[in-house]
T-cell receptor
Framework: GAGVSQTPSNKVTEKGKYVELRCDPI?????LYWYRQSLGQGPEFLIY????????DSGLPNDRFFAVRPEGSVSTLKIQRTERGDSAVYLC??????????????FGAGSRLTVL | KQEVTQIPAALSVPEGENLVLNCSFT??????LQWFRQDPGKGLTSLLL?????REQTSGRLNASLDKSSGRSTLYIAASQPGDSATYLC???????????FGTGTQLKVEL
């Protein structure tokens, strides 16, 4: 597509529920990134994919968070047993390749998650 | 661990004024530095990217400088307009994989 698409744009859920957030990157972009932005803060890195594999998942806060990209295009961020502290905007970005310094990331509009 | 700081946290200026936003980072071994704009409820838009070997980049009324050795960057906005009102984020790439470390942003309001 023309840009990075994220769905849903807003998600309200109850504590303890399971949530999936979807990211559809720009066609042809091999690198895909997930970031989390809490209110009043800058985005924080969660995980990035090169193709189908997670090249770096060092930013995932705990084992309740998991992400997949089975066909090297669309990615899903999965959060189990949601907690109120998971409330944030989850941003997805993609780029042509993850080589440092070479390519600008294009960000989606984000998925705002609210855990009641 | 890389840390990025932005000063001021918020800024309000009258239309037409020139202004400077500041960004500092603790680890000078960066690959590049980027300035982004974020509008409420929207994603980030990349404004300028400065490679580690460069000193500055310009785009229209925007000019970003980089002093890698001192760990500082500035974003200069000339002749500010109400449409410039947004949050401006600075981010650096330190390690491999093009991962960004962001500052907390400067919220800019340009008033008529």
């Amino acid at each position: 597509g023309a840009g990075v698409s994220q769905t849903p744009s807003n998600k309200v859920t109850e504590k303890g529920k399971y949530v999936e957030l979807r990211c559809d990157p720009i066609s042809g972009h091999t690198a895909l990134y997930w970031y989390r932005q809490s209110l009043g803060q800058g985005p924080e890195f969660l995980i990035y994919f090169q193709g189908t594999g997670a090249a770096d998942d060092s930013g995932l806060p705990n084992d309740r968070f998991f992400a997949v990209r089975p066909e090297g295009s669309v990615s899903t961020l999965k959060i189990q047993r949601t907690e109120r502290g998971d409330s944030a905007v989850y941003l997805c970005a993609s780029s042509l390749q993850p080589s440092s310094g070479a390519n600008v990331l294009t960000f989606g509009a984000g998925s705002r998650l609210t855990v009641l | 661990k890389q840390e990025v700081t932005q000063i001021p946290a918020a800024l309000s200026v009258p239309e037409g004024e020139n202004l400077v936003l500041n960004c500092s980072f603790t680890d000078s071994a960066i690959y590049n530095l980027q300035w982004f704009r974020q509008d409420p409820g929207k994603g980030l838009t990349s404004l300028l990217l400065i490679q580690s070997s460069q000193r500055e980049q310009t785009s229209g009324r925007l000019n970003a400088s980089l002093d890698k050795s001192s760990g500082r960057s500035t974003l200069y906005i000339a002749a500010s307009q109400p449409g410039d009102s947004a949050t401006y984020l600075c981010a650096v790439v330190t390690g491999g994989g093009n991962k960004l470390t962001f500052g907390t942003g400067t919220q800019l309001k340009v008033e008529l």
